[in-house]
């Protein structure tokens, strides 16, 4: 979990991951290469020239109009901390920021996000230093499998952001839109907790 | 997903003018519908009409003397955290805020949000073939199915579905208005005339003309709308459609009521006002048997087939307790 969340650093278990699914298809978007624009009426449908921003920096991309913030994420450029659960809606494990605010990968398309800041579990950490939020997880041992888990802290950090975490009701209103399979909602709720006031500090 | 033409409207008048250049077009705000019925290929429209840049003209939050005037684009988390929103119109905050999950209230407008599909289970999977909004004519699956969540009011044999939405039950209580603009111009219509109810074209939803947009909504000003709450049953405590709620607004002369405002949600097949329980309320003194014999009005047409047969009873003890808690309130 301590791995630095940059696939261009050395073996990361994101790196093999994505080397052994293709990452010769995948990695070269990574180097910001501009695709040439559409030409035609069809070649437009097929794919759209689209600058999306993500943790900070800009990636050129050619996409079907139809992915999705999540698609783009994990298929196109190899970020695949935010997960695909339901791919409807409905269990939070595709959670990022886009302009702070908390919103689901899986329903946004990638197009409606140009000229928006969007951030992803990946961006959270500074460098070698955890976020609070995924120090608390872990010091709580707040999850048992970890597929929701970057969902859920992304949904913690806006929880916390967003003035709500307040108290454990209000922790578990506010994050009822993320769901574990393994039910670990008592740790999640305690790292939570345990991490607000850390947050504020720094 | 079917493919489709993506196109980013600056404006509202550009909005217009590209839905009108693509047969099958629709509009896109947050998404948290449209995408989602896309993906089950229930919804496929040939084009999508981005219009979320206009939220800088239409995403105003605005309580004064005459009432609140929100924009369509407003996203339902920032209504419902508006503070004159929270004070003077208890019940729009709290519809907003028992619905859907947090990230969704982020993303939802409320243009979308009122415009939201049936829940119904046989709407949504398109390997039943047995359904009147998808397929007119093809029947409904609903009816001898599992169908515990839908319609108990305003259904027909056509089609049980229910509106699944909370806002504009809340808006349909308060007799707000939406603001229209379409090709032909704009108009203003109440809320509660936007749904129609299904009788034999379930597939037709709304009473909005081709390509008109909705820009925003005014909820008038009353004496009833301090004292007012949204009163949520669900199956879940959390990120849950209503199995049944009621909206209540209540203007109190004493121990009488002199204005009352209903509406109900899980339970209809569009935002519903319930007229009959608030004649059955006004000027009458609020005591739960009174409370009791409106909600007897408000469900005296409800059919309950199958599944449903449970729901009049929670609906009607729904509407008693939203009452009885509306006057209790400290306002």
Redesign the interface.
Known sequence: MAQPPDPERGPSRRGLLTGGAGAAAALPLLANAKPAPPKTRMEARARMAMILNINGRDHHVALDPRTTLLDALRDHLALTGSKKGCDQGQCGACTVHVDGRRVLACLTLAATVQGRAVTTIEGLAEGETLHPMQAAFIEHDAFQCGYCTPGQIMSAVACVHEGHAVSDDAIREYMSGNLCRCAAYPKIVAAVKDAAPKMARA | ?R????E?AADRGEALKVAGAHQGAAY?A???TM??LM??DVLRPTA?V?I?ALAKDHSEIRADASGLKLGALARM?DVAADPSVRRDYPMVAQALDLA?????R??ASLGGNVLQRTRCPYFRDTGWSACNKRHPGSGCAALTGVNRKLAILGASEHCIANYPGDFAVALAALGATVDLEGPKGRRVIAVEDLHRLPGETPQVETTLLADELITGFTVPAGAWARRSLYLKIRDR???EFAIASAAVALDLDGGLVREVRIGLGGVAAKPWRAHEAEAALRGQPLTEASAEAAAHAAFAQAKAPGELAFKPELGRRTLVRALLQAQAMEV
């Open positions: 997903m493919p489709f033409h993506y980013h896109l947050g998404g948290t995408i989602d993906k089950l999508l981005d979320n988390s859907a999950s947090p990230q969704i982020n993303m405590q959390s990120y």
